[in-house]
Every structure is written in C-alpha cells, then in structure tokens.
C-alpha cells in the first residue's frame, strides 16, 4: 500500500467566456496526507475542483506549483507502469468494442497473468454477491449503469492497485441501484484495503465509505475530518451548512454583556472577549431544538415524518425566523398548531458573520 502526500499544490487553467478570457484557479494550495490503506473523500459542491484535484493526484495534470508524493517520491519520479493506479470514472470509461472480461484482465493480460483473472473475479463475485461472472460476456452496451461501473470496479481491482480513485463512480445510477453499489464497493474496500480517494458531492455516500473526509470550497480545502467531526465542530459557516441535513438552523444575533442575543432566543454565555454589541451568527442543529412548555412560541408550517429513524422533521416560524425541530415520531404536531420551543444549549455554535469562521 501506500501513503499519498498533497503538497501546497495548485492548478489553474486559462477559460475563454465570450470575447473574454480569464485564467481559473481551480486548485489553490491544498496540502493533504491520505494514510496507507485508508479512505479519504473528497467532497464539495459542483466546481469546487475536486476532480482536478483527484487528477493531480493520479499523475494526469501537473500541478503548477506543489507536489504530489507517493510514499515520498514524486509522482512525476515514479514510471507510469509502476504507479498501481485504479481508477473509476463517472461514466466507467469501458472500451465499447470490448466484452467485459477483455476489460477486466486487459491490465494482466500486459503483464501475461490473465491465468489469475479468473480467481481474482469470482474472489471479487463472492464478496460483493453480485454474481460479476455473468456479465463478462457483454458489451458496456448491453450492461445497465450500474452493471457497467460493476465492471469498471472490478477492473481497477483485478490489476492489485496501490491506490484506488473514483471520480463520482455512481453519480448517474438511480437511488435504489447507488445504494445497492455503495454496499458493495464497502465490502470490497474492506477485503482490500487499498489506500482509496473517493470524489463525491453526495455526503451520505462520503460518510459511509471514507475514514476521514476533506470538504473543498473555490480549490481550497476548508477542513478535513471524520463525518460526525465536521458535522459537531465545523470551523466555519461553509462546512457548518454544506454538511448534515437537513441544513443547520442559523440566528442572526448579537453579543451583549457576554452573552448572545436574538429575536427570538437568548441569554446564552458568549466567549468574553467579543466586542459589545459584535454581530454574530448562532447556529444549532434540528436535534438540538426541542419543545418545552417554556420555549418561544412558534406556529408549524410543516411536518416531514423520517419513518426509518423513528422521527419528524418539523419546521417552525416565529417573529420572521424560521427552524427545523427533529422530534420523536410520536410528539403530536401538525401544520397550523402553535408550539412552544427550546435550544439545547449543549448543541449551540457561533459564527462571525463577516468572515465566516466559527468563534464558539
């Protein structure tokens, strides 16, 4: 296996829009260690560079500035045939004139050992219990999506990689089917533990595959953790509302006498050494508001009932403020009704509204 060292790496690229030409920085010194063996996602909205940044680590841009290393070798240092890259794409990049088992042992049949592709297959079958043998005779136009990234998976797999790249592998497969491959790619990455970059907008699918995960914003990296670490410590306003859903509630409010004061809520202790009167944002997370009979009266607006969690996502308005409430299933609200509510002070951030980053 091996341990893949980003460093301060960046990448622009000059675009033409109209009459205008500009030069985008789509990776802007990002430094990243993904540890031998482990996963890491990278996850951020559409156009934050991400799969740049999956591409300069798979040796196919060259950073402008920075390195990629390889147990600390230079990408550009280690030959091409002795990087052990698997990588997965969007659409599975399958040769279209090829039936599945040329695509899956093309790599070995290289290094003339096809003879271990078909151990390699049924050892990746019995894993994911999707029954792999029976799709090697198909063309990618006779496999469905989902089929097509199977072989896509098993391909990069068969060859022993020393690192393994998705680039939103399933991003064009339906819920039920995303679902199904994410169940099974897990068990494989946990058969093999290869050290793994996932490239995703989806967050469920990051959490339940990654160790730790690196969330980008306009090619930065703005923090890098496990899920519930950046779900319960964000550092700033951008991870605090890309990550959990439903969205973090915010409060406008402001600091007085150390503590922080609303429209509708306040009184919570403040760090001392905010300046009276300093605007500052709170956020709390739906758990962390319930009902209690001497909360802020809010009407409901509306109910979401989460039957596999046992809950109910309740949406409240009070004073031109609006928040999400995660309440038992059972708690008897409906639109209309008039309920008092409470934050969890245990569940309270604070933000600074200017510049985003988190001061409590």
Same mark, same amino acid.
């Given at each position: ?9 960046? /990448? ?54 920075? @390195? ?30 090829? &039936? ?18 078909? @151990? ?12 792999? &043998? ?162 802020? @009266? ?10 596999? @969690? ?10 031109? &403020? ?21 934050? /969890? ?8 509204? /200017? ?6």
């Amino acid at each position: 296996m091996t341990t893949v060292s980003v460093m301060h790496v960046s /990448k622009s690229f000059d675009q033409t829009v109209g009459l205008t030409a500009h030069t985008v920085l789509a990776v802007d010194d990002v430094t990243l260690t993904i540890a031998s063996g482990s996963v890491l996602a990278i996850l951020g909205p559409s156009g934050c560079g991400k799969s740049t940044l999956l591409r300069l680590i798979a040796g196919l841009l060259v950073p402008d500035r920075g @390195e990629v290393l390889y147990d600390n070798v230079n990408i550009r240092d280690v030959p091409l045939m002795d990087r052990g890259i698997g990588m997965v794409f969007q659409d599975g990049a399958l040769m279209p004139h090829w &039936e599945a088992r040329r695509t899956v042992g093309f790599f070995m049949w290289l290094r003339h050992r096809e003879a271990e592709v078909p @151990e390699r297959v049924a050892r990746i079958s019995q894993i994911t219990g999707i029954g792999l &043998e029976k799709l090697l005779d198909r063309r990618p136009s006779q496999l469905s999506g989902g089929e097509r990234q199977r072989v896509a998976v098993a391909r990069a797999l068969v060859r022993d990689p020393k690192i393994f790249l998705f680039d939103e592998p399933f991003s064009n497969l339906d819920a039920k089917l995303r679902g199904q491959a994410r169940v099974e790619l897990k068990r494989l990455l946990n058969e093999f533990p290869v050290t793994s970059v996932y490239v995703t907008h989806d967050q469920f699918e990051a959490s339940a595959l990654a160790h730790r995960i690196a969330v980008m914003r306009a090619g930065k990296v703005e923090q890098v953790g496990a899920y519930h670490h950046l779900y319960e410590n964000p550092v700033n306003l951008f991870v605090a509302t890309f990550i959990g859903t439903p969205t973090i509630n915010l409060f406008a409010g402001h600091a007085g006498e150390h503590q922080w004061q609303g429209v509708n809520f306040g009184g919570y202790p403040i760090r001392s050494d905010i300046d009276e009167g300093a605007s500052v944002t709170l956020g709390v997370r739906a758990e962390y508001c319930e009902l209690a009979d001497d909360g802020v @009266e809010a009407r409901v607006g509306q109910v979401t009932p989460l039957f596999s @969690e046992r809950a109910q996502l309740v949406e409240v308005e009070a004073r031109g &403020e609006s928040w999400t409430m995660q309440l038992p299933l059972e708690a008897a609200v409906g639109v209309g009704d008039l309920v008092r509510c409470r934050l /969890k002070p245990e569940g309270l951030l604070y933000f600074d509204p /200017k510049t985003g980053r988190r001061i409590g």
